[in-house]
């Protein structure tokens, strides 16, 4: 059973419009949540991260939203480019960073 | 050069026969993981050390072993690997004590393992 879901599973957007991927989770003892984007070949890497007492982070062009309440959260890509096109991971992380719950991934395709 | 390094990154092996995927970083960090990843699942955490001679079962820990003989090192070991092992193995490596565990993070570029 998926502690984090993920959806969608791929997404197309032109150049210049917003990604947008949404996750949600049901273990309120969640304390981090973090995206992960990866490219082909290569291990994921830490795009941003938020901790649930905070409602929005913004780094850059990357946005995560969060609702404790609804127990989702979902990142943003503003003016999305071609390089943005990779896999997106959502995760969850509980026991002081020991485990980790990783939604199933968006490929995101920008197109030119 | 920051790195978490992983070998191999591409076996074929048959059912039942022991195998070893090494794990290395030069990050001095604490904590060390594995991972598998499948089409549909996302990552899987399969085990996990927070230091030297400690660890613990993540997720999916059947049909794996690891150790932590080594700050640098965690070695993965399937000692009678079965056809539903075949997938894309990470390992990652993060600071867990003090400040600097922010919870990031750091892989290896993976390492493709098919059982027959």
């Known amino acids: 059973q998926q502690q984090v879901k993920q959806s969608p599973q791929s997404l197309i957007v032109q150049k210049g419009g917003i990604s947008i991927i949404n996750c949600a989770y049901e273990?309120?003892?969640?304390?981090?949540f973090p995206w992960y984007q990866q490219f082909p070949g290569k291990g994921p890497a830490l795009l941003i991260a938020?901790?649930?007492?905070?409602s929005e982070k913004k780094e850059g062009r990357f946005t995560i939203s969060f609702n404790k309440s609804a127990k989702q959260f979902s990142l943003h890509i503003m003016d999305s480019q071609p390089g943005d096109s990779a896999t997106y991971f959502c995760?969850?992380?509980?026991?002081?960073?020991?485990?980790?719950?990783f939604g199933s991934g968006t490929k995101l395709n920008v197109k030119p | 050069e920051a790195q978490v390094t992983q070998n191999p990154r591409y076996l074929i092996t048959v059912t039942g026969k022991k195998l070893t995927v090494t794990c290395s970083q030069n990050?001095?960090?604490?904590?060390m993981s594995w991972y598998r990843q499948d089409p549909g699942l996302g990552l899987r955490q399969i085990y996990y050390?927070?230091?030297?001679?400690?660890?613990d079962k993540g997720d999916v820990p059947e049909g794996y072993k690891v150790s932590r003989k080594e700050k640098r090192n965690f070695p993965l070991i399937l000692e009678s690997p079965s056809p539903n092992q075949t997938s894309l193995y990470f390992c990652?490596?993060?600071?867990?004590?003090?400040?600097?565990?922010?919870?990031?993070?750091?892989f290896g570029e993976g390492s493709r393992l098919t059982v027959l």
């Open positions: 273990n309120t003892a969640f304390d981090y």
């Open positions: 050390s927070m230091n030297v001679e400690v660890t």
């Open positions: 938020i901790r649930p007492d905070v």
């Open positions: 995760a969850a992380s509980i026991d002081n960073f020991n485990k980790f719950y």
């Open positions: 990050m001095n960090h604490e904590y």
């Open positions: 990652a490596s993060s600071y867990w004590t003090g400040s600097a565990n922010t919870g990031e993070l750091f």
